[in-house]
């Protein structure tokens, strides 16, 4: 099993950065992939950016260059880094891990962009 906790979200206005933060607990780190999800109102879940055991990198066009993934095996923790944030980019987000083919979400955090 493996928990994920989120943590970082809140209001912030247009232009401006939030740090999100995964907790994750109950496995080795280092061997999990993991990335960020994200739901706005009405809309599906959609990839945001992901990152591999090696950390490799990869993001939604509609992120890249504003938001960096990051991972500290030794803290155990999956980071998103958001920056010129846009009222689109609203929603929340979910951190996610993957190990053996099982899928583990956290609960969410949520952003608040406003105009």
């Known amino acids: 099993q493996v928990q994920l906790v989120e943590s970082g979200g809140g209001l912030v206005q247009a232009g401006g950065s939030l740090r999100l933060s995964c907790a994750a607990s109950?496995?080795?780190?280092?061997?999990?992939?993991m990335g960020w999800f994200r739901q706005a109102p009405g809309k599906e879940r959609e990839l945001v950016a992901s990152?591999?055991?090696?950390?490799?990198?990869n993001y939604v066009d509609s992120v890249k260059g504003r938001f960096t993934i990051s991972r500290d095996n030794a803290e155990n923790t999956l980071y998103l880094q958001m920056n010129s944030l846009r009222p689109e980019d609203t929603a929340v987000y979910y951190c996610?891990?993957?190990?053996?083919?099982?899928?583990?979400w956290g609960k969410g955090t949520s952003v608040t962009v406003s105009s």
């Open positions: 990152i591999t055991r090696t950390s490799i990198t």
């Open positions: 109950g496995r080795t780190f280092n061997n999990l992939a």
């Open positions: 996610y891990a993957k190990q053996y083919g099982i899928d583990y």
